[in-house]
């Protein structure tokens, strides 16, 4: 069965600081691998989404990178900003099921 | 397009009332899904449906029910609500492998 971990849970830190979000998942055998943004009483919306083909994807100052060998996959976030402010979730992708980690809680603080 | 749309935003229930989440999309995926998230415990799949008449159940299916008649449409049923069902409960659709998520709806069971 696919786990998939996100670590810190809790990150705090100063506008402008570039950042590394971390997931691992235990199964390399994924199609993909999504990476979310969730704000307080939202739903997900889908930032990047990495095909088990590819490296690494870029969407502005978000990149996000793919490691299936080592089961992880990363998101930079060049510039932090108050607006990041967010949980971030990652899903690895298996045959139309995904398994979702439970998210790293960030705070950009001014 | 509206996407994924969920109905209603938020609902307070009486132990052992019943009710129907709705979950509607305009994108023609044949995939869907209903996840329940619970404060530090990451998305939980509670159904799916692989396309109209087909549903199965995900890793938490227990005191809750779906129909699948149409493309478009997805409700959840809750018979004899229980506080074990306090939740946000969140309608997706998938499309090679990419999740597309609804706003959600905030259930609270009292």
């Known amino acids: 069965k696919q786990e998939v971990t996100q670590i810190p849970a809790a990150l705090s830190v100063p506008e402008g600081e570039n950042l590394v979000l971390n997931c691992s998942f235990t199964d390399s055998a994924i199609y993909n691998l999504q990476w979310f943004r969730q704000d307080p009483g939202k739903g997900l919306t889908s930032l990047l989404l990495i095909q088990s083909s590819q490296r690494e994807q870029t969407s502005g100052r978000l990149n996000a990178s793919l490691d299936k060998s080592s089961g992880r996959s990363t998101l930079y976030i060049a510039a932090s900003q108050p607006g990041d402010s967010a949980t971030y979730l990652c899903?690895?992708?298996?045959?139309?099921?995904?398994?979702f980690g439970r998210g790293t809680s960030l705070i950009v603080h001014p | 397009n509206a996407g994924v749309t969920q109905t209603p935003k938020f609902r307070i229930l009486k132990i052992g009332q019943s009710m129907t989440l709705q979950c509607t999309q305009d994108m023609n995926h044949n995939y869907m899904y209903w996840y329940r998230q619970d404060p530090g415990m990451g998305l939980k799949l509670i159904y799916y449906?692989?396309?109209?008449?087909?549903?199965d159940k995900g890793e938490v299916p227990n005191g809750y029910n779906v129909s699948r008649s149409t493309t478009e449409d997805f409700p959840l049923r809750l018979e004899l609500a229980a506080p074990s069902q306090t939740s946000v409960y969140f309608c997706a659709t998938d499309r090679y492998n990419e999740q597309f998520f609804g706003p959600g709806t905030r259930l609270t069971v009292l």
């Open positions: 449906s692989v396309g109209a008449g087909i549903t």
């Open positions: 899903a690895a992708g298996g045959s139309y099921i995904p398994t």
